[in-house]
């Protein structure tokens, strides 16, 4: 039997791909009550273009391996700012730069922020 892993399985296996290539200030919000468009955003930073790069790749070829394939990503060009969407969970890797720009954790502060993923 070949189950499909849970979102919250999700969330924590690109939480953990972030991590493992160094993203910096990782945010985890749920933001299920506010958006039917998905349940988590994540968001994470990267000192320079060719980390974010990185970050997009791990968390592809991490969830990839879960069977999990992305619906879309966009930015990948430029890299200033990565948006994969995964349906109920949407990462966001930012430079420095365009994460204090866009700031997206003000727009969505109604949301809950995870603290600690481990208690999903």
């Given at each position: 039997?070949?189950t499909?892993?849970?979102?919250?399985?999700i969330?924590?296996?690109?939480?953990?791909?972030?991590e493992?290539?160094?993203?910096?200030?990782i945010?985890?919000i749920?933001?299920?009550?506010?958006?039917?468009?998905?349940?988590?955003?994540?968001?994470a930073s990267?000192?320079n273009?060719?980390?974010?790069?990185a970050l997009c790749d791990?968390?592809e070829d991490t969830?990839?391996?879960?069977?999990i394939?992305?619906k879309?990503?966009?930015?990948r060009?430029?890299?200033?700012?990565?948006l994969m969407d995964?349906?109920?969970?949407i990462v966001?890797i930012f430079?420095?730069?365009n994460?204090?720009?866009?700031?997206?954790?003000?727009?969505w502060?109604?949301g809950?922020?995870?603290?600690?993923?481990?208690e999903?």
């Amino acid at each position: 039997m070949n189950t499909q892993p849970t979102t919250k399985e999700i969330v924590k296996a690109t939480v953990a791909a972030l991590e493992d290539k160094k993203a910096m200030d990782i945010s985890v919000i749920d933001i299920s009550a506010l958006s039917v468009m998905a349940d988590y955003f994540i968001i994470a930073s990267a000192d320079n273009i060719r980390q974010t790069g990185a970050l997009c790749d791990n968390v592809e070829d991490t969830l990839g391996r879960m069977g999990i394939e992305p619906k879309q990503i966009e930015g990948r060009q430029s890299a200033n700012w990565i948006l994969m969407d995964y349906r109920d969970v949407i990462v966001h890797i930012f430079d420095k730069e365009n994460r204090l720009f866009y700031d997206i954790e003000r727009i969505w502060k109604d949301g809950r922020k995870i603290v600690d993923v481990n208690e999903l």
